[in-house]
Structures are given as C-alpha cells and as structure tokens.
C-alpha cells in the first residue's frame, strides 16, 4: 500500500498554527490515481480545498490584506471592498475577521447558493449585482472598485493587484517543488484572475533556475466561454460558448496573467469536467469543484501529449459541497444537458 499522503508531516506543515492566517497554505500533493494510471504519468492535485476557508483563494486574500497591511493601506477597524465569484470573499472575510477588518463583498448573483450563504454566514457584508460583461460599468468589479473609491476604503483588486500572484510565487510554488523534490514536467491549471497559474508558474521556473534544470511545462486550462485558450493559441481574446463552471474564464489578460511563462493551452468542455469530478468522488474519495474538474482534465490531456512517464501538477480549487445546487443537482443539469452522476441520476 502506498503511503498516505497526512502519515508523514509535509513539507510546509507546522504542528500547530499561532492564527487562523497562519494555517492558510501547506495543502497535501494528493496523487490522483485514475488520472495517473489511464495516462501512465504521475499526476498530481494540490488538496487547497483544504485552506480554512475552503478554496484556493484563501493564499490570494491573505497576500492581498498583508500586503495592504505592509504598505499601511490597511490598518486597525479598516475596510476592504472586493468583486469576487466568492472565493476570495471568503477568504478576504475570515482573515478579515481574524485581523479586526470588515469586508464589503460585491458577488454577480449568477454564483452558487451556498457561496452566496457561507459569504452571509462568516459576517460578510454582501452586496449582490446583476452579472454584466466587463466591459459593462454594472459589473462587479466596477461595483467594488466604486465602493471602495466612494467610502475610501482599500480595494483588494485581486484582479491586477500583484499581491495576488506574488503570494502563489512565494508560498503554493515552493510547497509543489519540495513536495516532489523539485521533480516535475509540467504544470496546469485554469485562470480567473490568473494569479494561482501566473504565481506558480513564475515560482516554478525561479525554483528550476536556481536548481540548473529545465523548467516545468505551463499549460493554461480553460473552460468555454473563456477567452484565454485563444489568447495562448493565437493571441486572439475572443470568446466562444459557455460554462457552468465559477471562478475561472476570462476575457481580458489581467495584470497578474500578463508576462507569465505560459507554453500551451487547453479548452475543457463541461461534460469532460463533470465525468472526472464524478470519478474523483466515487472512485477516489475527492469532493472537488467545477475549476478542479477543468484543472484535472487539462492534466490528463497533457500527459498524453507529453506521454508516459511524465509528472504533472494541477490544483484542486475547492470543494464540491460548494455546488451542491448545481454541479451535484441532476434537476439542474438535466436542464443544461450535462452529464449527472450515476449515483444521483434516479
Ligand atoms: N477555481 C475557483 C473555484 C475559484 O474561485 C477561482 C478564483 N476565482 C479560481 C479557480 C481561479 O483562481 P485565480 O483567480 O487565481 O486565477
């Protein structure tokens, strides 16, 4: 039997943490064994469903505040405003809360329920808007920016602010290469604001050239609906059907994707995305997202097209309780003719 990953202490793992911030990053590298063994690469997950506020985006709101914190942007009783698909305003909120901030969080009212009741739950003040394209004054972003103009308050703008990529560069990108001692070909996974892919891969290619060796392979994954598959195919922002899933796709290249080493990109459709999460949940004890089921199928596609005997690294957003009312409701996918999961398909 191999050895389970929580037997030993990992790399980055402390036997306790002084805060709730404090126990934000560490994640397990979790091999996922059906990928792995259908495409005859080693191919891993990096468990951030496992952060405090369940999602990745708990490295980016706390790199955010400290580094606002650092700047003195942000001090004692002070207010953070953010648009968000609602990771991030979790995340924002329960460091937030940890450091005596408030939190106003602006949310398109298209994203799940249960963000939407966790964001209310953990004391957030939620503010929810119509979904609007960007290039629209009424969409979220603008929202949040105009808030936090208007009130004074200190704009986490996770979207452009460095902060954001720095934070995967200096803590996500280190934990991937110690936990396989600096052995891996390839790394991929989808972009929202683009700072989990950009970080990583800019802390991945320092870590290779400190080490002398070649840097791992940067596959961008993308979901329909999504302009940044075209951008790294053909430097073309246009856009092309849709998704359900939340969190990832973009239309424009932020400020924390611009310049990242990217060397390929994948398009992930939704039914290719939902029959892996399904596997990953049935046959590996994996509750994951719908991002984590784009991530894990651009894994799959790389390591047949760099073939056997490769590692690849992708990320495991966050957590499937998440979209019960979507991605785990056969109401709501039979309406969008996606695939269900045989077990609730009755
Ligand atoms: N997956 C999920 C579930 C997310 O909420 C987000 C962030 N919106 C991402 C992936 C993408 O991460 P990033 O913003 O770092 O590109």
């Known amino acids: 039997m191999t050895k389970s990953p929580l037997s030993a202490p990992l790399p980055g793992w402390t036997s306790f943490s002084t805060d709730m911030p404090a126990a ?118 603008h929202v949040s920016r105009r808030l936090a103009e208007e009130g004074g308050y200190v704009w986490a703008n996770q979207f452009d ?25 390839a790394f991929t996974c989808a972009c929202g604001t683009g700072g989990t892919l950009a970080g990583i891969a800019l802390g991945l290619h320092d870590a290779a050239q400190k080490a002398a060796v070649k840097a791992p392979h940067i596959v961008l994954a993308d979901p329909e609906g999504s302009g940044l598959y075209g951008w790294v195919k053909s430097n073309d922002l246009s856009v092309q059907g849709s998704s359900i899933t939340e969190g990832i796709g973009q239309s424009r290249v932020t400020a924390n994707l611009d310049g990242a080493p990217i060397d390929d990109a994948e398009r992930i459709p939704d039914p ?39 590692r690849i690294v992708t990320i495991l957003c966050d957590g499937g309780a998440r979209y019960q009312s979507k991605l785990f409701n056969p109401e709501f996918l039979r309406s969008k003719n996606l695939p269900i999961a045989p077990w609730l398909d009755k």
């Open 272 to 310: 290719e995305a939902l029959d892996i999460i399904y596997s990953l949940l049935i046959d590996e004890g994996l509750s994951v997202g719908g991002s984590s089921g784009i991530n894990v199928a651009s894994a799959i596609r790389t390591a047949r097209k760099l073939g056997p005997g490769h």
């Open 161 to 185: 602010n460095l902060a954001n990529r720095e934070g995967h560069r200096h803590t996500t990108a280190p934990e991937i290469w110690q936990q396989l001692d600096g052995k891996l070909d």
């Open 24 to 141: 934000v990053g560490g994640t397990p590298l979790i091999r996922l064994r059906k990928a792995s063994e259908a495409t005859g690469c080693e191919i891993y997950g990096k468990a951030e469903f496992m952060n405090p506020g369940g999602s990745v985006k708990d490295r980016a709101a706390l790199a955010i505040i400290e580094d606002a914190e650092r700047k003195g942007l942000l001090k004692p009783g002070g207010t953070l405003v953010e648009g968000t698909a609602g990771n991030t305003g979790i995340g924002l909120t329960l460091v937030a809360n940890a450091r005596g901030y408030r939190c106003i969080i602006v949310m398109p009212e298209t994203q799940s329920r249960e963000k939407i009741d966790f964001l209310r739950m953990i004391g957030a003040d939620l503010r929810l808007v119509p979904a609007k394209p960007y290039k629209d004054p009424g969409n979220y972003v």
